[in-house]
């Protein structure tokens, strides 16, 4: 029973070929560029590329579970190999954008909403992972300023986010793909916790032992500067996002107890896990 995990060095796919190598399951690790200085030494990694079909077979064969990250170019390839291969299972890291109202305006909800349909109607079994903003986004929205000038420059201070935890979404991960009772669900993973950017920024500061100013500034300008590090549909979505949570509470979710038994970790855990990014 070998399991594949697309996006072997991706954040969250780190932690799902991790917690799978944990458990005794034997993994394959796949990248498009299978550099072995990016993984654990001994770790066979073969090289596969969702949206280069003739790369799948290799990457699939004699597997029976995957975890897949959501790439819409070549999904209905993904599933004919996988299905031809004899995998038998699909664990999805989607989105929750594809439950919001204006999904069918949204290009990342269809971009989500295109894989999760083309799995459905498979006859794989699926469970979909719909996570919310990733705490990991703000290593690209305040790092480099937090590194350089000790300072994050916000449009919405006050705008509340329940950040989700990489190491989560991959425990989730985890279960779903080596336990049974999780075929045909898609879980909806916010944070455990909703807490202010500004906030979140105290704990950053908490974690690298350094005071970190918060700064307000416009939505434009913070659009310019969230440009630098991110493509446009990413930013406008980040804004809204933001704008969101300054006029109702985050959506926060239990999921990660009720699925692996223990509690959803914490934006301050994140930041601890993460202090040396910042420093
Ligand atoms: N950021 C958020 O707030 C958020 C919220 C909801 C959902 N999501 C979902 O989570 C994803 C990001 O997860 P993450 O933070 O773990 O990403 P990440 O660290 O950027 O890693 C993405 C992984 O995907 C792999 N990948 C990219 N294109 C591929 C392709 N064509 N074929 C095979 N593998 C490919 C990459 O592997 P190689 O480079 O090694 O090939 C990489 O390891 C988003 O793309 C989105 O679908 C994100």
Known sequence: MTTVVFGARGNVGRHVAAGLVERGVPVRPTSREP???????????????????????????????????????????????????????????????????????????????????????????????????????????????IREEGVVRLPYPEARTAPVHERDLAALAVTALTEPGHER??????GPAGLSLRQQVEHIGAA???????????????RAELSETMPAIGVEAVLAGWQAGTTAPPEVSAVV???????????????????????
Do not use: C
């Open 257 to 279: 107890e009720e699925v692996t038994g223990r509690p959803g970790r914490t934006f301050a855990q994140w930041a601890m896990d993460h202090a040396h990014d910042f420093r």
């Open 185 to 190: 669900h898609a879980y909806s993973v916010y």
């Open 35 to 145: 550099n072995p200085a990016d993984f654990p030494p001994h770790a066979r990694i073969v090289a596969a590329d969702l949206e280069r079909p003739d790369t799948l077979p290799a990457a699939l064969e004699g597997a029976d579970r995957v975890f897949l990250y959501a790439k819409p170019d070549g999904i209905e390839d993904f599933v004919a190999a996988a299905e031809a291969a004899g995998v038998r299972r699909v664990v999805l890291l989607s989105s929750g954008a594809v439950l919001q109202a204006d999904a069918e305006k949204n290009p990342i909800a269809r971009m989500h909403r295109t894989v999760e349909s083309a799995i459905e109607t498979s006859g794989l079994e699926w469970t979909f992972l719909r996570a919310g903003m990733f705490a990991t986004n703000t290593l690209w929205w305040w790092q480099r300023s």
């Open 208 to 222: 690298i032992g350094r005071e970190v100013a918060v700064e307000a500034i416009s939505v434009d300008r913070a």
